[in-house]
């Protein structure tokens, strides 16, 4: 090696030593983002989007929006009226595929024969097979649909109208979020707004698996007093569950959003560690969904603080707070209640909003 360095010389040398610790410096730094202002493309023919209730990326870097039609205020229905009022606007229907310049793809979903669509939309996950699952926390909805990637209904877990509480096998209880494990055929759910657990079922015929809820322990219903940041952990989680994700390592990360904390589990249920995140954060919470850093080892958690509204990086083995990201605004770049958060292959971040930001944002590696 000491040859060929004074061959090359020590300008080469020295190009040679930054190529070969390149990789490794950057695997250690923190990652920074900017915002992409042009992304995503305005929709076709005068359509608007709602509250942006989820985001996904699938295997091929598409994205998967869910929004809430029924969000829209008056002044924005003027085209949908008779005789039209206005050309602005009609919503666009609740699910959306977009390219990963922002270009809208093909767009389904609502109300239709065989299942019983959410009252108010919330959570969006595309497995391996590109099949959409949705789930909704308006008022009795206590059901998940998986649809095939052009809309074709193709099953429903439980039933809307009612829940059976925390420690059903059939029902949910306003499930938030959910994630398939691919590999073993499984379907992981945040349920929810109402319930306060994580409950695994079969991705194939719906069946009821195992379910826990904080620390791995049965979960139970009833009141719990109210968050206090000076106040040791709590035994349960609190509404809403908001998130579920899964590690390449097999871990489970659970979004506990009120309590501003993280969970984590095997996915037997196991209990493994917990970290809180702004543990002095009120009303909303500051965990409201997480994913995982693209490299091998998913050193980095990219965490949605809809509360504070901000993007905040974090060890994942520590759960430090690394650096943030965003603040309260409409501009881009800024939020107004960061709802959920997706990643693609590259390491871009997306991310929509609810409330009254209703809109969607891509965040570019820098």
């Known amino acids: 090696m000491r040859a060929f360095l004074g061959k090359i010389g020590l300008t080469g040398a020295a190009l040679l030593l ?12 923190t990652p920074r983002f900017s915002v992409d202002p042009y992304w995503p493309k305005p929709l076709p023919d005068h359509q608007i989007l709602g ?12 994205i998967w929006l869910i929004h809430r039609p029924g969000s829209l205020v008056e002044d924005e229905k003027g085209a949908t009226k008779t005789p039209p009022e206005s050309r ?3 919503p666009a229907a609740p699910v959306l595929q977009l390219d990963r310049n922002g270009k809208l793809l093909r767009a389904w979903g609502g109300p239709g024969q065989g299942y019983e669509w959410p009252s108010n939309e919330h959570g969006i996950h595309v497995d391996r097979d590109g099949n959409v699952w949705i789930a909704g926390n308006g008022k009795g909805d206590h059901q998940i649909l998986k649809f095939a990637p052009d809309g074709k209904f193709l099953m429903q877990i439980g039933k809307s109208g009612s829940t059976g509480g925390s420690n059903s096998t059939t ?10 494990d691919d590999v073993a055929g499984e379907l ?5 707004y109402g319930n306060r657990r994580i409950v695994v079922f079969d991705a194939k015929s719906g069946a009821h698996k195992r379910h826990w809820g904080a620390y791995g322990e049965k979960p139970a219903d009833g009141p719990l007093p109210k968050y206090d940041p000076k106040a040791a952990f709590s035994r349960s989680f609190a509404n809403p ?16 959003r009120v309590n501003n904390r993280v969970q984590v589990f095997k996915k037997d249920g196991a209990y493994v560690k917990e970290f809180r995140v702004s543990a002095d954060t009120l009303a909303n919470g ?10 091998r080892r998913q050193q980095f958690i990219f965490m949605a603080d809809g509360n504070n509204n901000e993007i905040v990086v974090l060890d994942r083995d520590t759960g430090k707070v690394l650096s943030s990201f965003g603040q309260a605004g409409r501009i881009a770049g800024q939020f107004k209640w960061v709802h959920n958060i997706a990643i693609d292959s590259r390491g871009a971040l997306y991310t929509a909003e609810v409330g009254t930001g209703r809109r969607a944002q891509r965040f570019l590696r820098k």
């Open 171 to 180: 029902q949910l209880g306003l499930p938030a979020h959910m994630v398939t």
């Open 188 to 192: 992981y759910v945040a349920d929810g």
């Open 18 to 29: 930054a190529i070969t610790l390149a990789p490794a410096a950057f695997s250690q730094s």
């Open 88 to 90: 602005c606007c009609k």
């Open 241 to 256: 569950v908001h998130c579920v994700r899964l590690s390449n390592d097999g871990l489970v990360y659970v979004c506990d």
């Open 286 to 295: 500051a965990v409201w969904d997480l994913v995982l850093s693209k490299d």
């Open 51 to 62: 509250q942006v209730a989820g985001i996904a990326v699938d295997g091929r870097d598409t």
